[in-house]
């Protein structure tokens, strides 16, 4: 309780710190990613797998946070909504991007194989989810479902099959696209790049201030949990809907700042690792959930609303994943149509989400 217990605030002042608290991620999430980029070169790593584990482990931390403490305090609901909430959210941030800052199509300028593995390995994550709260908790161990037990495994595998692919891709498209031609699509390219800002630091001194930014973000993102759990009794929406749309839509902040700032840099595969990535860390937090959760399997926990959640985080990727198959660059209103596609399904995810909010899925 003590500075954390937000109830006792009025509903503005709640807001204001829940703005704060976002404005605060959005500063430290732009500045690791610039620290990620770098890293990623001097300790000769894929842009690809940094995106997946480094990046994406780190601007999840609010996620982290915010799970675990609504978790451990038994607002199971308002945990796991955040959880498939953020997963949509955050891959409307690539159609964000794709908005603002590509001349054409995103998907286009990213012909990278091991993207498409990634993609694929998350539909898998999501759809044991799914099946899951379809056919509700078969036991535990420890008081962890086996559900959660089995998709720790599967991130787990996936982080290894990832990691092995990345060096040695089995096939590229027929035409590949320069880094010097990826930075050229970008509408507000970074007038500095990585090796400008930082590039006289040393790799000790980036890898301090990354895991001091990554820190920063998990204490921030307490903080929001606390607060999206006072606003969803003071706004009367319900944990179900504050869970699936303001707390993950805050949250997902570093992924925002540092997808933006992947892309102002012409580094577009790492902004879509790090969303994949970020996505599938997101599932793995239904088993730390679970540890932190004392009252049954925590996917038994879960609404109509997050079971929509779920099922269109399936869709949006797969969106995206025939976009990079099909590499076509025709656009609508100056976005790739796989981006535009995925604007309309998160409004629509709203409404679903909204109608549905406080009912019982399983």
Do not use: C
């Not at 390995?121 to 899951?132: G, Q, V």
């Not at 038994?300 to 590499?327: F, P």
């Amino acid at each position: 309780m003590g500075f954390l217990d937000f109830a006792q605030n009025s509903l503005v002042i709640n807001l204001i710190f829940f703005a704060a608290a976002g404005v605060f991620i959005w500063f430290v999430g732009t500045r690791i990613s610039y620290f990620a980029d770098l890293l990623s070169d001097r300790l000769n790593l894929g842009k690809a797998f940094v995106g997946l584990l480094i990046l994406a482990l780190a601007t999840d931390m609010p996620e982290i946070g915010t799970t675990v403490s609504a978790s451990a305090s038994g607002e199971a609901e308002l945990a796991i909504s955040n959880i498939f909430g953020g997963v949509v959210f955050q891959t409307l941030i690539l159609a964000l991007a794709d908005l603002i800052f590509v001349r054409g199509a995103l998907t286009f300028f990213t012909p990278q194989p091991v993207l498409l593995l990634q993609g694929i390995l998350l539909i898998i994550l999501l759809a044991i989810s799914l099946m899951a709260m379809a056919i509700g908790e078969l036991g535990t161990v420890f008081g962890v479902g086996y559900w959660s037990i089995i998709l720790l495994g599967v991130y787990l595998v996936s982080l290894f099959v990832s990691q092995r692919y990345e060096g040695r891709e089995a096939w590229h498209p027929d035409t590949d696209i320069s880094d010097e031609e990826r930075a050229e699509v970008t509408v507000f390219r970074a007038r500095r790049t990585p090796q400008d800002r930082f590039g006289t630091w040393s790799t000790r001194r980036l890898a301090l201030f990354f895991g001091l930014g990554t820190l920063a973000i998990l204490i921030a993102g307490v903080v929001l949990a606390n607060i999206g759990d006072a606003l969803a009794v003071q706004t009367g929406l319900g944990a179900s809907f504050v869970g699936a749309i303001l707390l993950a839509a805050s949250t997902s902040l570093p992924e925002l700042s540092t997808t933006f700032t992947a892309i102002r840099i012409g580094s577009f595969s790492l902004a879509f690792s790090n969303i994949f990535g970020s996505n599938s860390i997101l599932l793995l937090l239904v088993f730390i959930s679970d540890v932190f959760y004392h009252e049954g399997s925590i996917l038994d926990q879960a609404t109509r609303g997050t079971i929509v959640s779920a099922a269109i985080g399936v869709i949006v990727t797969g969106i995206y994943l025939a976009g990079l198959i099909e590499r076509r660059d025709r656009t609508v209103l100056r976005m790739g149509i796989d981006s535009a596609l995925i604007l309309v399904l998160y409004l629509i995810s709203v409404v679903l989400t909204y109608g549905v909010r406080g009912a019982v899925g399983g």
